[in-house]
T-cell receptor
């Protein structure tokens, strides 16, 4: 597609339920990032995929969070047993290749845990 | 550890010039980005610096000093639409992980 596509754009879920967020990167982009942004705060790095290399998971806040990506295609971020503190916008970004290339953001998935 | 510092908030007057500073301490360095983010929207790319010096792009300029771990974003001829958060981000680490500062909220007043 023309840009990074994320779905759902908005999700309201009950505490304790699992949610799955999807990111479809720009075609040909080998790098894919997930960030979390709480209201009024900065972007918090979660995970980074680069081609077929092992992902950098150092930003995942707990074992309730996991992400997958098959090759250079779609990625899914899964949050298990959601908590109210998980309420945030989850931003996905992609970039061609390694350092020095602009990363392009999707519009985000707004998650509200009630 | 990795640390990126920016002022939390700034205010400026329409038509004026404002400089937003960013200092960083990261394990490795492969470039620095500035992004603009309007409330409720995704960040959009403004500039990229990997070598020391000033990069100018229209009303926006960005400066980098790698030896000092310092960058600034300069906005000239401020417009009301420039009211937004400005995010400093650094590529660091072996996998080129892009780490963001907390952002600077700029309010432009008439």
């Amino acid at each position: 597609g023309a840009g990074v596509s994320q779905s759902p754009s908005n999700k309201v879920t009950e505490k304790g339920k699992d949610v799955e967020l999807r990111c479809d990167p720009i075609s040909g982009h080998t790098a894919l990032y997930w960030y979390r942004q709480r209201l009024g705060q900065g972007l918090e790095f979660l995970i980074y995929f680069q081609g077929n290399s092992a992902p950098d998971k150092s930003g995942l806040p707990s074992d309730r969070f996991s992400a997958e990506r098959t090759g250079e295609s779609v990625s899914t971020l899964t949050i298990q047993r959601t908590q109210q503190e998980d309420s945030a916008v989850y931003l996905c970004a992609s970039a061609p290749g390694r350092a020095g290339n602009t990363i392009y953001f999707g519009e985000g998935s707004w998650l509200t845990v009630v | 550890g990795q640390n990126i510092d920016q002022p939390t908030e700034m205010t400026a007057t329409e038509g004026a010039i404002v400089q937003i500073n960013c200092t960083y301490q990261t394990s490795g360095f492969n470039g620095l980005f500035w992004y603009q983010q309007h409330a409720g929207e995704a960040p959009t790319f403004l500039s990229y610096n990997v070598l020391d010096g000033l990069e100018e792009k229209g009303r926006f300029s960005s400066f980098l000093s790698r030896s000092k771990g310092y960058s600034y974003l300069l906005l000239k001829e401020l417009q009301m639409k420039d009211s937004a958060s400005y995010l400093c981000a650094v590529f660091s680490g072996g996998y080129n992980k892009l780490i963001f500062g907390a952002g600077t909220r700029l309010a432009v007043h008439p």
